[in-house]
């Protein structure tokens, strides 16, 4: 058996397509263990729902290294905080003064995507003053408004409309890192680099509660996967994806073919009305819409992933596979080594289990490792759908997010596009090896 | 089977074999009609069961019928005095007409046999929040207004794979072993990737990048008005998504084809023909493509099988107005009756394209013929 087996896959080896699939299924199981390594299942859960923990990201980053490909220099995020500069403090009866300069070197090709202050003011009586006041490279100063603070304070500058409108109709994150125009002077704006201030000139009623604050200079490209519309990295649903996708086709796959063969053995073995039964439900279950009927309980039940995988093998176990298996089986029924086993007595489930399954094995294995494919793609089906884990992050998910929000329309292509190549990856590496195995385990095709 | 050409006499046996051929053809036909009627029946009601199991479409038809009977009795100025507690009562009274008529109220059995009988003859009750683009409420003419769409998309579609497949297949199964063969084979693990996957990238490249094709729908809004206009402008929309069908398909049909009549012409009656010194053509067609033709049909039906419900998606990438961008409003709008509505039509359409392969199967094949319908 083993002597048979490593000539097989002796011969295996001989197809770069092979080795190349297995290459790239070895790369996603190494991802694949990797996930739950590097993030834990819940906490994935958990920063996927998305929420304040992402508020310094920027919305809809591209991946940095896609920009320094191109040669770019797009922003990056920059979080300037005020633990890390000097305060001047003037302290007066009943309270102090702060003056704390946000200073930060600008030095990037594009305009930063937004700007967002972030005050924490906690344990004051009174609530504190605070006044911006933007100071750029060539020297001038743009007051920014003041503001009275409660005790988490986010003050988005991006959306402040009148400063806008100073600005000469300029968004605030563009107007303010935006070169002087001379007079008169018409056409787009054009960015200065140089060291920028943001000066907070802070009025405290209190002798020793802190205040702390911190700006955030939105980037165009974040990470390497980059961001979603809700500050999410992309990366997290593309890390915690892989093992998602993998144990749901490797579960479906295992499940379907598995009970089919058991199905299909037992209905051989035992003829009559068992066999009629099996295929009569066979039939059945050739009419019954699979995707319909998963959209269907999607609805009406829940999405849950394991739900669906449940539903994928139930339909799955009378699939039209068994009619192959049938046709490949009924031979064998009539085989001598069969006889042999009744001879001495074997029981019914023994000569089902011992001596007709692992006849049919090896041919099962190639459509057995092409199959895994399609389930991957059956869940990312589903997931664009919107019927994705209402929890997990999966590929299919970010797909569909992406879709929803008109991604390709509005320039994200890395949206689409990296869930898209990890499930094509993933495709062809089960379909490359699948294809090979075939060709070595199919005795139809081994003289071809 | 030849045409008996008009005028030559038939002789006497023949005609009364072609007779004992039409009688077993019909046998057949009808057994495996009754067959698929049985089998459409069972799979009908494990839909209908699969969507009631839980009570939800009950709870969700109680939930309604309460909701508008308290509408009623609120919007109504005959009830505008009454105290609260006699109208909570007239409401009650109201509810509990209704689910008696609706039979609600008999045991699930009851009912579930009820629904078998009304989704069989397509009776699929009206829709809770859809309606057709005509304004019917009615779940079977949003349906059939849907159904064109599909067959027309899917069907060139499939056609278009399907020849192109075996023709392909025909010709590199001559060259076997050459490059483009060998390129063939291996691009066929591409097709892992279902149609919508390659119809993103052929809205991402031909709709965006280079704008040369729209990018979803059926046809330019508003519709053109002339014949040849509409077509043409429905030709264009239905490029991108007949290539990303295309795409997905086309290469692993071939190599499967190519195999298989790879296998057929290594056959010996093929090689005595070969032997005899036929010309290669004739040699394809009545050698190979003759013999083989059954499965060749089966192959293609059930390549039709698998295409229907993979519609769903591709619809929806491309927003194709068709039974899958249906299915995936009536999900958004949770309209449960719409849904159970289209996956009954779905079964139906299945239970069709099975039946037409039985069929096909018994015309080609002549065991079928001589013996009948029984295997």
Do not use: C
């Not at chain 1, 940095?64 to 220099?73: I, P």
């Not at chain 1, 503001?147 to 563009?174: K, N, T, V, W």
């Not at chain 1, 062809?428 to 199919?442: K, P």
Request: aromatic content about 10%; cysteine-free.
């Amino acid at each position: 058996m083993i002597a048979w087996r490593s000539g097989r896959w002796r011969e295996l080896a001989r197809y770069p397509s092979a080795i190349a699939g297995v290459a790239i299924i070895l790369v996603l199981v190494g991802v694949a263990l990797a996930a739950p390594l590097a993030v834990p299942y819940g906490e994935a859960l958990e920063r996927w729902r998305g929420g304040e923990r992402w508020q310094y990201h920027p919305v809809n980053a591209a991946p940095v290294w896609v920009d320094r490909l191109r040669g770019g220099r797009a922003p990056t995020t920059r979080v300037i905080a005020s633990r890390d500069v000097e305060a001047e403090v003037h302290p007066f009866p009943g309270g102090r003064r702060l003056t704390l300069p946000l200073t930060f070197d600008y030095a990037f090709d594009d305009f930063p995507s937004e700007l967002n202050l972030f005050l924490t003011a906690e344990g004051h009586a009174r609530p504190p003053f605070v006044r911006l006041l933007w100071q750029t490279p060539d020297g001038r100063e743009i007051p920014l408004g003041g503001h009275r603070l409660g005790e988490r304070e986010r003050i988005s500058i991006s959306q402040d409309r009148a400063l806008a409108q100073r600005l000469g109709g300029l968004a605030p994150h563009i107007g303010l890192f935006a070169a002087e125009k001379a007079e008169g002077e018409a056409g787009a704006p054009s960015l200065q680099t140089g060291r920028y201030g943001l000066v907070l000139e802070a009025v405290l009623f209190d002798a020793e509660a802190p205040l702390e604050a911190e700006l955030v200079v939105y980037g165009r490209v974040h990470g390497i996967a980059g961001t979603d519309h809700q500050r999410r990295a992309l990366s997290l649903a593309l890390l915690w994806g892989t093992p998602v996708a993998l144990a749901f086709g490797l579960i479906a796959a295992v499940g379907t073919t598995l009970t089919t063969l058991v199905i299909a053995a037992v209905g051989v073995w035992y003829r009559g009305w068992v066999d009629a039964v099996i295929q009569r439900l066979t039939e059945v279950n050739m009419i019954l819409p699979v995707l319909p009927i998963l959209v269907m309980v999607g609805t009406l039940y829940s999405t849950s992933i394991w739900l669906m995988l449940g539903v994928v093998v139930l339909l799955g176990i009378f699939s039209a596979g068994i009619k192959t298996y049938r046709a490949m089986l009924l031979p064998i029924r009539e085989a001598p080594y069969i006889e042999a086993a009744r001879a001495y007595g074997a029981s019914n489930l023994r000569i089902v289990m011992r001596y007709m399954l692992p006849r049919i094995l090896p041919v099962l294995v190639p459509s057995f490792v092409t199959l895994i494919p399609t389930f991957v793609f059956l869940e990312a089906s589903l997931a664009v759908l919107g019927l994705g884990d209402p929890e997990l992050p999966t590929w299919g998910k970010v797909l569909n997010d992406a879709q929803s929000q008109s991604a390709l329309y509005n320039g994200y292509v890395y949206w689409v596009v990296s869930p898209a190549l990890l499930l094509m990856l993933t495709g062809l590496g089960f379909a490359m090896l699948g294809f090979a195995l075939d060709r070595v385990f199919n005795p139809r095709l081994r003289s071809l | 089977m030849k045409p008996a050409s008009a005028g030559r006499p038939v002789r006497p046996d023949l005609r009364r074999s072609r007779l004992r051929d039409l009688r077993h053809l019909l046998l057949y036909a009808a057994a495996r009609l009754l067959a698929l009627l049985a089998t459409v029946v069972v799979g009908v009601y494990l839909t209908i069961l699969v969507a009631n199991m839980g009570g939800q479409v009950d709870e969700l038809r109680l939930v309604q019928i309460r909701s508008e009977a308290v509408e009623a009795v609120r919007a109504d100025p005959a009830f505008f005095d009454m105290p609260g507690e006699e109208r909570s009562a007239l409401v009650e009274r109201q509810v509990a007409l209704e689910v008696e008529r609706l039979r609600l109220d008999q045991p699930f059995i009851v009912r579930s046999l009820d629904y078998l009988r009304r989704a069989l003859s397509l009776d699929l009750g009206r829709a809770e929040q859809m309606h057709s683009d005509r304004g019917s409420r009615e779940v079977r003419d949003i349906i059939v207004e849907r159904l064109p769409a599909t067959l027309l998309l899917f069907g060139s579609a499939n056609l278009l794979v399907f020849f192109t497949a075996v023709f392909a297949a025909l010709h590199l199964s001559r060259r076997y072993g050459s490059a483009l063969d060998r390129t063939v084979i291996a691009l066929a693990p591409s097709s892992a990737a279902p149609g919508w996957f390659y119809g993103i990238f052929l809205i991402l490249f031909f709709a965006f990048l280079f704008p040369l094709l729209p990018a979803g729908g059926m046809v330019t809004a508003p519709p053109p008005e002339s014949r040849l206009e509409y077509a043409a402008s429905l030709a264009r929309h239905m490029l991108l998504p007949v290539a990303a069908m295309f795409l997905s398909s086309i290469f692993v049909s071939i190599y499967s084809w190519r195999t298989f009549f790879l296998i057929h012409s290594s056959e010996d009656h093929v090689e005595m023909a070969r032997a005899k010194g036929l010309s290669a053509r004739r040699i394809e067609r009545r050698y190979i493509l003759r013999p083989t033709l059954a499965p060749i049909i089966t192959s293609f039906l059930l390549m039709l099988i698998g295409l229907w419900s993979g519609a769903i998606i591709l619809e929806q990438v491309f927003n194709w107005p068709g039974l899958g961008s249906l299915l995936f409003q009536a999900i958004g709008h949770r309209d449960t009756p719409v849904i159970i509505g289209g996956v009954v039509i779905f079964a139906y359409l299945l239970a069709a394209t099975v039946f037409l392969l039985d069929f096909l199967y018994a015309l080609l094949d002549p065991r079928v013929r001589v013996r009948g319908g029984r295997s």
